[in-house]
């Protein structure tokens, strides 16, 4: 059973669970490849005897059992944008804050390493949105799980966002930036920004204002067949494209064309997964006496 390792950093205070993890696997017959830069402090609580580095998409064997990302929802979002379109399964361990993506607590890691050794676990297929044109704006790989983000750069005035949908006028959203999300990422940035909660396997975007200047503009969820075509434009002649937690300028002249990526990323949970229950967690639903 191969198994891959990618994180940003390791707190000394989840050395212990880690451990346990990757003992637990190891015992197991597991053999691990580790991500170059997260090897040096992985090493400082785990004693690899075998294990192979990787730096890059073109470097992880594609024969690889499951892609272990261990941090906060950001760290997916960059294993996801590592391990691009190879269909390899991410179980996310939560070092982080919230975690609606890395949904396995510390507390709950030798029920994880249990889950992968008896191959007792679902796999969550998640959607996720491609940057069609500029097709080179994010290098090789212009796909996005959470969210695409168009943003003014500084302070100054608000933008003018320009919507198509499918060739369709949709509406100019005077504001300090537009999001386009997917269920999964409609619990992100979008949620903060007053948009809905989409259950992940509704197939729908949802396209988000941010701080609209126009108060009766809403958010609005439309079918993720659609095509969306963004044209900004404003006093200041470049501005921010975010996809998911990688940031590029972009010039008033060009055109973000946004469409459904053709694979999804599968996302593994121990045992059953239960959407409406994560979020009931994560939000403190039912905490008020009153329910």
Not at 104 to 108: A, G, K, L, P, R
Not at 243 to 251: A, T
């Given at each position: 059973m191969k198994i891959a390792l990618f994180?940003?950093?390791?707190?000394?205070?989840?050395?212990?669970?880690?451990?346990?993890?990757?003992?637990?696997?190891l015992k197991n017959g597991a053999r691990f490849s580790v991500h170059e830069k997260f090897y040096p402090l992985l090493s400082q609580c785990v004693k690899f005897e075998d294990v192979k580095l990787f730096g890059k998409h073109e470097e992880i064997d594609p024969d690889t059992f499951c892609f272990i990302s261990i941090g906060g929802d950001g760290t997916l979002l960059d294993t996801v944008a590592?391990?691009?379109?190879?269909?390899?399964?991410?179980?996310?361990?939560?070092?982080?804050?919230?975690?609606?993506?890395s949904a396995?607590?510390?507390?709950?890691i030798e029920m994880a390493a249990q889950a992968l050794i008896s191959r007792d676990y679902t796999i969550d297929y998640r959607s996720l949105l491609m940057?069609?044109?500029?097709?080179?704006?994010?290098?090789?790989?212009s796909c996005a799980l959470n969210e695409l983000t168009i943003q003014k750069r500084d302070t100054a005035s608000m933008i003018a966002i320009s919507a198509e949908i499918d060739g369709q006028y949709l509406n100019t959203y005077w504001a300090d930036g537009l999001i386009v999300a997917t269920p999964t990422g409609s619990t992100?940035?979008?949620?903060?920004?007053?948009?809905?909660?989409?259950?992940?396997?509704?197939?729908?975007?949802?396209?988000?204002?941010?701080?609209?200047h126009n108060l009766t503009v809403r958010p609005i969820v439309i079918p993720d067949t659609c095509k969306i075509t963004l044209r900004p434009s404003g006093r200041h002649k470049e501005y921010l494209v975010v996809?998911?937690?990688?940031?590029?300028?972009?010039?008033d002249?060009?055109?973000?064309?946004?469409?459904?990526?053709?694979?999804?990323?599968?996302?593994?949970?121990?045992?059953?997964?239960d959407f409406f229950k994560t979020i009931r967690n994560k939000l403190a639903w039912g905490l008020d006496k009153r329910n």
């Open positions: 994180g940003r950093e390791l707190n000394e205070s989840f050395y212990n669970p880690i451990c346990t993890l990757l003992h637990n696997l590592l391990i691009q379109d190879s269909g390899i399964p991410i179980l996310g361990i939560n070092t982080g804050r919230l975690g609606f993506l396995v607590s510390t507390s709950e940057l069609e044109s500029p097709s080179n704006l994010f290098g090789s790989f992100g940035y979008s949620l903060s920004c007053g948009g809905p909660i989409i259950s992940p396997d509704s197939q729908n975007f949802v396209i988000t204002p941010i701080a609209t996809l998911d937690s990688r940031v590029q300028s972009l010039s002249t060009q055109d973000l064309v946004i469409s459904k990526a053709p694979f999804t990323a599968k996302l593994l949970y121990p045992g059953k997964k």
